[in-house]
């Protein structure tokens, strides 16, 4: 995993959170409960990512 990409998968997470937030909000009365997992698996996706690339950097510091 590049560590060039932290910061980009941290941000793409973030919009993702707030398209799902926007999602939740507009379809309030009766949300879908397929519609909110997969509104909630590219904020999840990305925000991993960003771990892993930050995860990655950290351990090729310690060797």
Same mark, same amino acid.
Do not use: R, W
């Given at each position: /995993?590049?560590?060039? *990409? $932290?910061?980009? +998968?941290? #941000?793409?997470? #973030?919009? @993702?959170? %707030?398209? *799902? #937030?926007?999602? #939740?909000? &507009?379809?309030?009365?009766?949300?879908? &409960?397929?519609?909110? %997992?997969?509104? @909630?698996?590219? @904020?999840? &996706?990305? *925000? +991993?990512?960003?771990?892993? &690339?930050?995860?990655? $950097?950290?351990?090729?510091?310690? /060797?």
């Amino acid at each position: /995993m590049n560590p060039k *990409f $932290k910061y980009l +998968y941290l #941000i793409g997470g #973030i919009v @993702a959170t %707030i398209l *799902f #937030i926007v999602q #939740i909000v &507009a379809t309030y009365p009766k949300p879908n &409960a397929v519609g909110v %997992i997969l509104g @909630a698996l590219p @904020a999840l &996706a990305l *925000f +991993y990512l960003s771990y892993k &690339a930050y995860h990655v $950097k950290k351990d090729n510091e310690l /060797m």
